[in-house]
Every structure is written in C-alpha cells, then in structure tokens.
C-alpha cells in the first residue's frame, strides 16, 4: 500500500499538558503539525524541543480569544504547511467559585477562552483552513466530562465545555455529508498543570490541603486514578485516523469511569 502522504494538524494550546501529548502523538502518526498558545516562548521553545525528537512541528503564538490573532494564526499554518486536515481545539482554562460572587469578567473569559474560541478557531480552519472545501477532514474539540454534568464551584466551566459538546453535536450533524467530521473528547481528571491549579482552587474553597483534594477526587474516580495526557492524546488520534470516519457528532470520554454517559 503506498505511504499516505503527510496531513497537517493544528493544535491550540499544545505547550502544556493535554494539548502537548496531542501534538507529539499527531506528529508521530504522519502529520506535519501547527502549534499555539499565549505565550511565544513557551511556543517557541516547545517547537524546538519537539523538533529535536524527530518531529515536523511548527508554531506561532496566538490568543483564541482574538479573532486577529485566530486569523493571522491559520493563515501562518497555511503559508508553512498547506491547508488544514486536522483541527484540535484544545486550548482552555479553568475557572468558578461560588456563584453568587462570580464577576462578570471571569465569566466572560471563562465562556470566551473555552466557548466562543472554538467557534471562532473552527470557522477561520473551515474557511482559511481551506477545509470547507475539502472532501476529508478532522475536527476534535477537547471538552470536559463537565461538559455532561455540573460541577460544583464550577459554573462557567461547566456552562463553557457543555457548550462546546452541543456546538460540536451540532457542526458534526450539519457536516456530516461532507467528509469532515466534528467529535469532542471529553477527559475527567487529567494530571496537567491546570489540574493542579483546580486542586489548588477547591483547597482555599473547602479550607483544606491539595493533598486531602488530590485523594477525594480520586476517590471518585472508579480507576482510582487522574488519567495521563497521552491516554487522551490517544482517543484525539484516533479519532484523526481514516478508520475514525463514521463517527461524528459524538462526545467520548476518557476519564477512568467517572462519567458513564
Ligand atoms: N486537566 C484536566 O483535568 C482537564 C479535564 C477536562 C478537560 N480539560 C481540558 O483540556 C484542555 C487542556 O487542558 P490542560 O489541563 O492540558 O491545560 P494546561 O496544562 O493549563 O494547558 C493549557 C494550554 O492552553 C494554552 N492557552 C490557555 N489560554 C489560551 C488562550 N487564550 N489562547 C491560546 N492558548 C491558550 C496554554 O498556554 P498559554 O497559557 O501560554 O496560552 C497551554 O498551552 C482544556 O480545554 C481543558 O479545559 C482538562
């Protein structure tokens, strides 16, 4: 069978945890991957690092709450790769607290950062990308198991990554036709910074340490465990591969049992 030639990635939010694994696992797998994030020397030196281990990555810095940036972001991956195949949106923060004492600005930024991004990312791959125009591609959206259920003290998260698993429900249905699927992975409890920065979050909310944290949600989660970025890179790859192209429209979890749904 001849070698299927290089496809390209785009991944936002790929200098840390999940986002990183991601874009390692892709470019292991065949494709030539574009990277993102806020911050141009963590991109930079994350291009550099990833290049030394043999992979065909590039990067650029972008904000996916600017639609500029979005724009400049595409077209820069275009103009080094060629259009997009495979689109990861990945980036995201957390953010909550009591309800009641939410400002206006952490909800907005909460919604605009995890929410309003993907769109914005997912129409300038689609048009920019040259995607729309295309007869295969990739879009995988990484959610949250709280995309399917509350969260305490988690309210604009919450609402956020629900959110982006109706979009995606949604874009997977009006696409379908043409080749390009649209899927969410949904993780649970992933060992990342940012699961650290929640830990630290809920300890000064419960007036406890992150070590009592760590061990009640482990203990909610049936494998006992936080999941590894790589066991989510793996569902993201996947779901990238040609045997992946019946599903769509769908939200799969990885999060060692704690959502069955
Ligand atoms: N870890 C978990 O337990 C968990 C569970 C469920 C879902 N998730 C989701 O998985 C995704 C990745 O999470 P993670 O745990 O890997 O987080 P992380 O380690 O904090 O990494 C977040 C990445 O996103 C980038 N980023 C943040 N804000 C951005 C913005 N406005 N524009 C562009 N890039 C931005 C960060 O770089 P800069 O700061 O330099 O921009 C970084 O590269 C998120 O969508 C998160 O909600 C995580």
């Known amino acids: 069978m001849p070698q299927q030639s290089q496809r390209v990635a785009l991944v936002t939010g790929a200098t840390s945890g999940?986002?990183?694994?991601?874009?390692r696992l892709l470019a292991?797998?065949?494709?030539?991957?574009?990277?993102?994030?806020?911050?141009?020397?963590?991109?930079?030196?994350t291009v550099k690092h990833l290049q030394e281990e043999g992979l065909d990555v590039d990067g650029s810095a972008v904000d996916v709450r600017s639609n500029t940036a979005v724009h400049e972001f595409v077209q820069a991956a275009v103009d080094r790769f060629g259009p997009i195949d495979v689109l990861v949106n990945n980036a995201g923060r957390s953010g909550g607290g009591v309800t009641a004492d939410i400002t206006?600005?952490?909800?907005?930024?909460?919604?605009?950062?995890?929410?309003?991004?993907?769109?914005?990312?997912?129409?300038e791959v689609l048009n920019t990308?040259?995607?729309?125009?295309?007869?295969r591609g990739r879009i995988i959206n990484v959610a949250s198991t709280a995309g399917k259920q509350g969260?305490?003290?988690?309210?604009?998260?919450?609402?956020s990554k629900h959110g982006v698993v109706g979009f995606t429900k949604a874009l997977g249905n009006e696409l379908a036709p043409t080749g390009v699927t649209v899927n969410a992975v949904c993780?649970?409890?992933?060992?990342?910074?940012?699961?650290?920065?929640?830990?630290?979050?809920?300890?000064?909310a419960y007036d406890t340490t992150e070590e009592a944290i760590l061990e009640k949600f482990q203990a909610k989660i049936p494998l006992g465990r936080?999941?590894?970025?790589e066991e989510v890179a793996g569902l993201v790859g996947?779901?990238?591969?040609?045997?992946?192209?019946?599903?769509?429209a769908q939200a799969l979890n990885v999060c060692g049992g704690l959502g069955n749904f």
């Open 129 to 135: 990308g040259g995607m729309r125009t295309r007869s």
């Open 238 to 248: 996947y779901l990238a591969s040609d045997t992946a192209a019946s599903i769509t």
């Open 187 to 204: 993780p649970g409890y992933v060992e990342t910074p940012m699961a650290q920065r929640v830990r630290q979050g809920y300890a000064a």
């Open 151 to 159: 969260v305490v003290l988690g309210a604009p998260y919450s609402a």
């Open 28 to 45: 292991a797998q065949n494709h030539r991957v574009y990277i993102g994030a806020r911050t141009a020397e963590n991109v930079v030196s």
């Open 226 to 229: 936080y999941s590894t970025p």
């Open 104 to 123: 206006d600005e952490l909800w907005e930024d909460v919604i605009d950062v995890n929410l309003n991004s993907v769109f914005r990312m997912t129409r």
């Open 18 to 23: 999940i986002g990183l694994a991601v874009a």
